[in-house]
């Protein structure tokens, strides 16, 4: 079965510094792997997706994640944080062909935005 | 557009009612899905559909069920609602395979 796993539960970034969030993925086969930022009390909106091709994947809100196969990561960068960044970030690796049979989601990792 | 719209938005029942949390969409996408979220749990899928009347347990199925008598509709039923299902409830949707998959606003649920 597949998995993931999101190492940091909170990360504190000053306004304007970059950003980088760690995934690390398991699945036996080619992944489908996405990105998804979720605010408080909203649902989830995809900032990004990697199913195959160039490794080096560019998002919306100038997100960019880059698939490792051999590190089996696929993290997360900014390279210039806004306040309005600031929630919560979830990993998922898709199930099926491009996630049809659903998506196995990290944790989370909590961002906080310091002024 | 109102793509995808879950109710209740919020709901408080008891423990052993019966609940049913209704998702509904408007694009005619093949695929829907139910998650639901737990603080320390992340999102971990329920159920989930490719087509009317296909429907497939997830990672956490126990206590559900689920129906797609229509392609629009998904609805989630509780039908001996225990504590343990106190949640945030997700509905998602994804068009075909390899295309965006969109999640509703979520419905919260509590069961006392």
């Known amino acids: 079965a597949q998995s993931v796993t999101q190492p940091d539960i909170h990360i504190t970034v000053s306004e304007g510094a970059s950003l980088e969030l760690r995934c690390n993925y398991s699945?036996?086969?080619?992944?489908?792997l996405f990105w998804y930022v979720q605010s408080p009390g909203q649902g989830l909106q995809l900032l990004l997706k990697y199913f195959s091709g160039d490794t080096l994947v560019q998002g919306i809100k100038g997100f960019e994640a880059e698939f490792k196969r051999s590190q089996s990561s696929f993290n997360l960068r900014k390279p210039s944080v806004h306040w309005s960044d600031a929630a919560e970030y979830f990993c998922?690796?898709?199930?099926?062909?491009?996630?049809?049979?659903?998506?196995?989601f990290g944790k989370g990792t909590h961002l906080i935005i310091q002024p | 557009d109102a793509g995808i719209t879950q109710s209740p938005r919020y709901k408080i029942t008891e423990t052993g009612r019966q609940v049913t949390l209704m998702c509904h969409q408007t694009?005619?996408?093949?695929?829907m899905f139910w998650y639901r979220q737990d603080l320390g749990h992340g999102l971990r899928l329920i159920y989930y559909?490719?087509?009317?009347?296909?429907?497939d347990k997830g990672e956490v199925p126990d206590g559900y069920v689920v129906s797609r008598s229509k392609t629009e509709n998904f609805p989630l039923t509780l039908e001996s609602a225990t504590r343990s299902q106190t949640s945030v409830y997700f509905c998602?949707?994804?068009?075909?395979?390899?295309?965006?998959?969109?999640f509703g606003e979520g419905s919260w649920l509590t069961v006392v």
């Open positions: 699945y036996g086969a080619t992944p489908y």
């Open positions: 998602a949707t994804q068009g075909s395979v390899g295309n965006t998959i969109y």
């Open positions: 559909s490719a087509a009317a009347d296909i429907t």
């Open positions: 998922a690796v898709g199930a099926g062909e491009g996630g049809a049979d659903g998506l196995t």
């Open positions: 694009w005619s996408h093949s695929y």
